[in-house]
Protein backbone atom coordinates (compact mmCIF):
# COMPACT_ATOMS: atom_id res chain seq x y z
CA UNK A 1 0.00 0.00 0.00
CA UNK A 2 2.48 2.58 1.18
CA UNK A 3 4.48 1.59 -2.14
CA UNK A 4 1.36 2.64 -4.47
CA UNK A 5 1.14 5.99 -2.39
CA UNK A 6 4.80 6.53 -2.67
CA UNK A 7 4.41 6.15 -6.74
CA UNK A 8 1.59 8.27 -6.62
CA UNK A 9 3.66 11.33 -4.76
CA UNK A 10 6.48 11.00 -7.23
CA UNK A 11 4.11 12.11 -9.88
CA UNK A 12 5.57 15.78 -10.42
CA UNK A 13 3.83 16.19 -13.17
CA UNK A 14 1.75 19.56 -11.89
CA UNK A 15 4.47 20.46 -9.59
CA UNK A 16 6.00 24.02 -10.31
CA UNK A 17 4.57 27.43 -9.68
CA UNK A 18 4.32 29.40 -12.75
CA UNK A 19 2.95 32.84 -11.67
CA UNK A 20 0.15 32.61 -13.89
CA UNK A 21 -2.99 32.10 -12.15
CA UNK A 22 -6.41 32.70 -11.61
CA UNK A 23 -6.31 31.60 -7.60
CA UNK A 24 -3.50 30.88 -5.44
CA UNK A 25 -2.88 30.13 -1.73
CA UNK A 26 -0.56 28.93 0.90
CA UNK A 27 -1.36 26.66 4.21
CA UNK A 28 0.33 25.01 6.34
CA UNK A 29 -0.56 22.20 8.57
CA UNK A 30 0.64 23.42 12.33
CA UNK A 31 0.33 19.89 13.23
CA UNK A 32 3.16 18.32 11.58
CA UNK A 33 4.33 21.12 9.55
CA UNK A 34 3.55 19.95 6.14
CA UNK A 35 2.98 23.09 3.53
CA UNK A 36 1.80 23.67 0.42
CA UNK A 37 1.05 26.58 -2.03
CA UNK A 38 -0.90 26.13 -5.40
CA UNK A 39 -2.00 27.84 -8.25
CA UNK A 40 -5.44 27.65 -10.27
CA UNK A 41 -6.04 28.33 -13.67
CA UNK A 42 -10.22 28.42 -14.40
CA UNK A 43 -11.45 28.87 -18.01
CA UNK A 44 -15.30 28.99 -18.25
CA UNK A 45 -15.72 28.03 -14.57
CA UNK A 46 -13.41 24.97 -14.71
CA UNK A 47 -10.59 24.07 -13.45
CA UNK A 48 -7.85 23.95 -16.47
CA UNK A 49 -4.79 23.57 -14.59
CA UNK A 50 -3.64 23.19 -10.86
CA UNK A 51 0.21 23.55 -10.13
CA UNK A 52 1.92 23.45 -6.62
CA UNK A 53 4.84 23.23 -4.19
CA UNK A 54 4.94 20.97 -0.88
CA UNK A 55 7.18 20.79 1.90
CA UNK A 56 5.44 17.77 2.64
CA UNK A 57 5.28 14.34 4.06
CA UNK A 58 4.32 11.60 1.62
CA UNK A 59 1.17 11.81 2.51
CA UNK A 60 0.25 15.21 1.97
CA UNK A 61 2.95 15.23 -1.53
CA UNK A 62 0.39 11.88 -3.05
CA UNK A 63 -2.92 14.00 -2.10
CA UNK A 64 -1.49 17.17 -4.00
CA UNK A 65 -0.77 15.11 -6.99
CA UNK A 66 -3.72 13.26 -7.22
CA UNK A 67 -5.66 16.16 -6.60
CA UNK A 68 -4.01 18.15 -9.13
CA UNK A 69 -5.14 15.30 -11.64
CA UNK A 70 -8.50 14.87 -10.41
CA UNK A 71 -10.03 18.87 -10.40
CA UNK A 72 -9.04 19.15 -13.89
CA UNK A 73 -11.86 20.23 -16.18
CA UNK A 74 -14.44 19.85 -13.02
CA UNK A 75 -16.78 23.31 -12.50
CA UNK A 76 -15.91 24.78 -9.38
CA UNK A 77 -19.34 23.63 -7.48
CA UNK A 78 -18.34 20.16 -8.00
CA UNK A 79 -15.07 21.02 -6.50
CA UNK A 80 -16.27 22.62 -3.58
CA UNK A 81 -18.80 19.91 -2.71
CA UNK A 82 -16.99 17.06 -3.64
CA UNK A 83 -13.76 18.48 -1.87
CA UNK A 84 -16.23 19.32 1.21
CA UNK A 85 -17.53 15.70 1.25
CA UNK A 86 -14.02 14.37 0.82
CA UNK A 87 -12.80 16.47 4.56
CA UNK A 88 -15.71 15.73 5.83
CA UNK A 89 -15.39 11.47 5.33
CA UNK A 90 -12.13 11.03 7.05
CA UNK A 91 -13.45 12.98 10.26
CA UNK A 92 -16.64 10.96 10.82
CA UNK A 93 -15.43 7.67 10.27
CA UNK A 94 -18.06 6.78 7.58
CA UNK A 95 -16.38 6.33 4.05
CA UNK A 96 -18.16 6.96 0.76
CA UNK A 97 -16.26 8.44 -1.86
CA UNK A 98 -17.48 11.35 -4.25
CA UNK A 99 -17.86 10.34 -8.28
CA UNK A 100 -14.49 11.77 -8.89
CA UNK A 101 -12.55 11.26 -6.28
CA UNK A 102 -13.27 7.35 -6.44
CA UNK A 103 -9.14 7.19 -6.79
CA UNK A 104 -8.12 8.62 -3.21
CA UNK A 105 -9.32 5.39 -1.65
CA UNK A 106 -5.64 4.74 -1.46
CA UNK A 107 -4.90 7.53 0.82
CA UNK A 108 -8.06 7.61 2.79
CA UNK A 109 -9.08 4.87 4.56
CA UNK A 110 -8.81 3.04 7.88
CA UNK A 111 -5.36 2.62 7.99
CA UNK A 112 -4.01 6.71 6.98
CA UNK A 113 -6.69 8.19 9.52
CA UNK A 114 -4.02 9.37 11.74
CA UNK A 115 -3.03 11.40 8.49
CA UNK A 116 -6.01 12.88 7.41
CA UNK A 117 -4.81 16.43 8.27
CA UNK A 118 -1.91 15.72 5.98
CA UNK A 119 -4.16 14.61 3.27
CA UNK A 120 -6.55 17.07 3.46
CA UNK A 121 -4.22 20.19 3.21
CA UNK A 122 -4.40 20.14 -0.56
CA UNK A 123 -8.22 20.15 -0.04
CA UNK A 124 -7.91 23.39 2.45
CA UNK A 125 -5.90 25.09 0.19
CA UNK A 126 -7.77 24.51 -3.34
CA UNK A 127 -11.07 25.19 -0.97
CA UNK A 128 -9.41 28.69 0.30
CA UNK A 129 -8.04 29.74 -3.07
CA UNK A 130 -12.00 29.55 -4.20
CA UNK A 131 -13.81 31.47 -1.59
Known amino acids: MINK ?17 DFKSSLKNYMCGDKIELELIVKNSKINSMKYETESCVFCEAS ?12 LPTIINELNMLKKMGKNGKITFPNHFKDFKI ?25
Open 107 to 131: LINKNNLKRINCINLPFDAVLKALR
Open 64 to 75: ASLLAAKIKNLD
Open 5 to 21: IIKIALNTKNVGLTNKY
